[in-house]
């Protein structure tokens, strides 16, 4: 095992109210506990104590700025003491609480930041209002303008739904004008996502396909590229190294750990669901946790995704792509991704692109 990921539900509390939020309407609005994320880091080293491994932590929520700056200081000062391991820490964040302080201590640390960011003031709005309804847009602006002062290489988060679709040149502008990375993830049918006032910005995956391609061929014919949007970096990284640094094309979700406030773990990031619960971190070692019957299960209902793929020419890009999609949507794990035919008709897009370029241009290559 070279890499593994930590997805730390930090705190389930939030001072927003998302129209999409994937937490819904949870009624145990609890954080975890330090000493409980403390422990945590402290069995990470004791297990890998000689075996070369990435070790990635993401403090997600909920917002889990909420927890104030001490609780991040105390997390960085118990990585500290562990000199034999490098620990890289992600976190993801609406922005609201991200004064200057904040921003200075995630950047000294080595925080790759992410801010949710749904593009122009209109859009994120529309879907992304805080618990009085009010507007969340000049604090995420802000807080991405903050990171940059402090020197941090920020980058924004997009969830694209109905709205996106309706509005996605501007989208597309918005980006484009403040040369800003970003990441588009697709509207999961899940939490708040299943009410029916939410039913109205859901997209079928035709049109989620059609448009990732419209976005591709607005961004590859940029003159020159400032700023990258995943998954289309991450696709042609693919086809240049074989090797994806997304999760959802990983084919690695046995090796994403979601730790929940209470301390349990589970595979991946968003469903809670105790069929795949792999232990505590109160109670169970990480060799324990990494070896446990619900793991090789987990692991072997997943591998069986290539039944499904066999003779698909995209597989080794996407590895049937995400584990979660496949169970909300779907109702199994060892199914394709439910946005299947959206990437199917993008990865042969940037294929067949690739190659004219390539063709009119004497093998031309693509600066990203």
């Known amino acids: 095992m070279n890499n593994i990921t930590f997805i730390i539900k930090t705190t389930l509390r939030c001072n927003l109210s998302c129209q999409y939020c994937y937490e819904g309407h949870n009624s145990h609005r609890t954080d975890i506990q330090e000493d409980t994320a403390r422990l945590l880091i402290t069995k990470i080293a004791n297990h890998f104590t000689q075996k070369k491994t990435t070790t990635?932590?993401?403090?997600?929520?909920?917002?889990?700025?909420?927890?104030?700056?001490?609780?991040?200081?105390s997390i960085i000062n118990t990585q500290k003491l562990q000199t034999h391991i490098d620990f890289k820490n992600l976190i993801q964040t609406n922005g609201l609480l991200l004064d200057e302080t904040f921003a200075e201590f995630l950047t000294n640390n080595g925080f790759n930041v992410g801010i949710s960011l749904d593009g122009p003031k209109h859009l994120h709005d529309a879907q992304r209002q805080s618990t009085t309804g009010k507007s969340s847009y000049e604090s995420a602006s802000k807080a991405i303008d903050t990171l940059a002062n402090s020197g941090n290489k920020?980058?924004?988060?997009?969830?694209?739904?109905?709205?996106?679709?309706?509005?996605?040149?501007?989208?597309?502008?918005?980006?484009?004008?403040?040369?800003?990375?970003?990441?588009i993830n697709p509207l999961l049918n899940i939490g708040s996502a299943?009410?029916?006032?939410?039913?109205?910005?859901?997209?079928?995956?035709?049109?989620?396909g059609d448009a990732l391609i419209y976005l591709f061929n607005k961004w590859i014919n940029e003159p020159k590229h400032t700023f990258t949007i995943d998954p289309f970096d991450n696709i042609l990284r693919s086809l240049v190294t074989g090797k994806s640094r997304c999760c959802s094309f990983s084919g690695q979700c046995s090796n994403y750990f979601k730790v929940a406030p209470d301390g349990t773990i589970r595979p991946c990031g968003k469903k809670d669901d105790d069929t795949y619960l792999l232990g505590n971190i109160e109670t169970d070692s990480i060799a324990q946790i990494l070896s446990s019957k619900n793991r090789n299960s987990f692991q072997r209902h997943r591998a069986s995704v290539r039944d499904n793929c066999v003779d698909c020419e995209h597989f080794d890009i996407c590895n049937g792509g995400c584990t979660t999609a496949s169970s909300i949507r779907r109702g199994n794990i060892s199914d394709k991704d439910y946005y299947c035919e959206s990437y199917k008709s993008l990865f042969s897009h940037i294929k067949n692109t690739v190659k004219e370029l390539s063709c009119q241009h004497g093998q031309k290559t693509i600066t990203l």
Not at 64 to 70: M, Q, S, Y
């Open 56 to 73: 990635t932590l993401i403090w997600h929520g909920g917002e889990p700025l909420l927890r104030g700056i001490d609780f991040f200081n």
């Open 194 to 208: 299943t009410d029916s006032e939410a039913d109205k910005i859901h997209i079928t995956s035709k049109e989620y």
């Open 154 to 183: 920020v980058r924004a988060l997009a969830v694209f739904t109905k709205n996106t679709l309706a509005n996605i040149d501007d989208f597309y502008s918005f980006f484009r004008s403040r040369q800003l990375d970003f990441k």
